[in-house]
């Protein structure tokens, strides 16, 4: 059937806001979806009590850490933490310009997944734009190794996530999801899956200052005899791999536009999906950038590179 793509750029048509916690810091902060003109991309606009503050672009130049989460800035300044699950959720929407305003360092953690991001953006609808959508063409392969772990972009006529995670808890073990991406699968199979992590490592974490906020309210937590603690379980039977695929589809966001390939990681990680964006920019042999140029019944929409940058130039 040939890949089935969207033409023009989108953004929210209102503006939408929430208020939660920081899964790191602890703290109370308030985020709000703003509409945005075509080619703007995605901004985090950091306010102050004037209402006024630094901006953030979306772009994998601006990650300043990738230890537990995905940060932009500087991590000993200003900066966005946690930035992977709201991505995750712009992406697998397809909203390609927002503005999200914030009150504070670190986007809330909510139930641990990217739902209520999709609810927000919901409430807010999604507006075409009259200006064509420009895709990242993967064309041929891409890989980065660290120890056991890899990750790679291959050529493919759609965008595709194929993720791996091998942990030697029973509780997780080896899982694979691998899925075409588009609106309807990413809410349904994967924008529910919780962030997870041991009871083990929380009190090692507490003491750096880290995971003050997590709670069985917003993570999947494993105890010390490798079962599930939560009440209510798993949403899915292998929800783990599927919040991994979450955060990779958020890291990868950073790009700046959609890709058209297949990504593939085994145990990856936060680090290892922005080592491996990093490898697929720095080289223009690896990819182009293409939009769409007409749509047939019954056919695939026509492709064809063009010059025009991304919505902000990246540095390599």
Same mark, same amino acid.
Request: net charge negative; proline share 3%; with cysteine.
């Given at each position: 059937?040939?890949?089935?793509?969207?033409?023009?750029?989108?953004?929210?048509?209102?503006?939408? !806001?929430?208020?939660?916690?920081?899964?790191?810091? %602890?703290?109370?902060? !308030?985020?709000?979806?703003?509409?945005?003109?075509?080619?703007?991309?995605?901004?985090? /606009?950091?306010?102050?009590?004037?209402?006024?503050?630094?901006?953030?672009?979306?772009?994998?130049?601006?990650?300043?850490?990738?230890?537990?989460?995905?940060?932009?800035?500087?991590?000993?300044?200003?900066?966005?933490?946690?930035?992977?699950?709201?991505?995750?959720?712009?992406? %697998?929407?397809?909203?390609?310009?927002?503005?999200?305003?914030?009150?504070?360092?670190?986007?809330?953690?909510?139930?641990?997944?990217?739902?209520?991001?999709?609810?927000?953006?919901?409430?807010?609808?999604?507006?075409?734009?009259?200006?064509?959508?420009?895709?990242?063409?993967?064309?041929?392969?891409?890989?980065?190794?660290?120890?056991?772990?890899?990750?790679?972009?291959?050529?493919?006529?759609?965008?595709?996530?194929?993720?791996?995670?091998?942990?030697?808890?029973?509780?997780?073990?080896?899982?694979?999801?691998?899925?075409?991406?588009?609106?309807?699968?990413?809410?349904?199979?994967? /924008?529910?899956?919780?962030?997870?992590?041991?009871?083990?490592?929380?009190?090692?974490?507490?003491?750096?200052?880290?995971?003050?906020?997590?709670?069985?309210?917003?993570?999947?937590?494993?105890?010390?005899?490798?079962?599930?603690?939560?009440? %209510?379980?798993?949403?899915?039977?292998?929800?783990?791999?599927?919040?991994?695929?979450?955060?990779?589809?958020?890291?990868?966001?950073?790009?700046?536009?959609?890709?058209?390939?297949?990504?593939?990681?085994?145990?990856? %990680?936060?680090?290892?999906?922005?080592?491996?964006?990093?490898?697929?920019?720095?080289?223009?042999?690896?990819?182009?950038?293409?939009?769409?140029?007409?749509?047939?019944?019954?056919?695939?929409?026509?492709?064809?590179?063009?010059?025009?940058?991304?919505? /902000?130039?990246?540095?390599?």
């Amino acid at each position: 059937m040939g890949i089935v793509l969207h033409d023009h750029q989108t953004t929210v048509k209102t503006r939408a !806001s929430l208020t939660g916690t920081g899964v790191h810091s %602890g703290k109370e902060v !308030s985020i709000s979806f703003l509409p945005a003109d075509a080619d703007t991309g995605i901004v985090f /606009a950091l306010l102050n009590g004037d209402g006024q503050g630094r901006e953030f672009r979306a772009l994998f130049s601006e990650i300043g850490a990738t230890d537990l989460c995905t940060m932009l800035g500087d991590p000993s300044g200003e900066h966005i933490a946690t930035v992977e699950h709201i991505m995750a959720a712009l992406f %697998g929407l397809g909203i390609d310009n927002v503005i999200i305003e914030i009150d504070g360092y670190e986007v809330p953690i909510l139930d641990g997944s990217a739902m209520a991001f999709v609810e927000a953006i919901d409430q807010a609808g999604i507006e075409t734009l009259a200006v064509k959508r420009r895709y990242i063409r993967v064309v041929k392969p891409v890989r980065i190794e660290n120890g056991a772990s890899w990750a790679e972009f291959r050529p493919y006529d759609g965008t595709r996530f194929e993720v791996e995670i091998d942990f030697e808890s029973p509780a997780i073990g080896r899982q694979l999801f691998a899925s075409d991406i588009n609106a309807d699968i990413f809410r349904r199979d994967i /924008a529910r899956a919780r962030t997870f992590g041991f009871m083990k490592d929380v009190e090692r974490l507490w003491a750096a200052g880290y995971a003050l906020g997590s709670s069985l309210e917003n993570s999947l937590v494993i105890g010390d005899d490798n079962r599930v603690i939560n009440m %209510g379980g798993l949403r899915y039977p292998n929800e783990f791999v599927r919040h991994k695929t979450l955060d990779a589809m958020g890291d990868l966001a950073l790009a700046g536009a959609r890709f058209i390939g297949c990504f593939r990681s085994y145990r990856g %990680g936060h680090r290892l999906n922005a080592a491996a964006l990093r490898r697929l920019l720095s080289d223009r042999t690896a990819f182009e950038i293409v939009e769409t140029t007409r749509r047939e019944r019954g056919r695939a929409a026509e492709m064809n590179a063009v010059n025009a940058p991304l919505y /902000a130039p990246w540095m390599i």
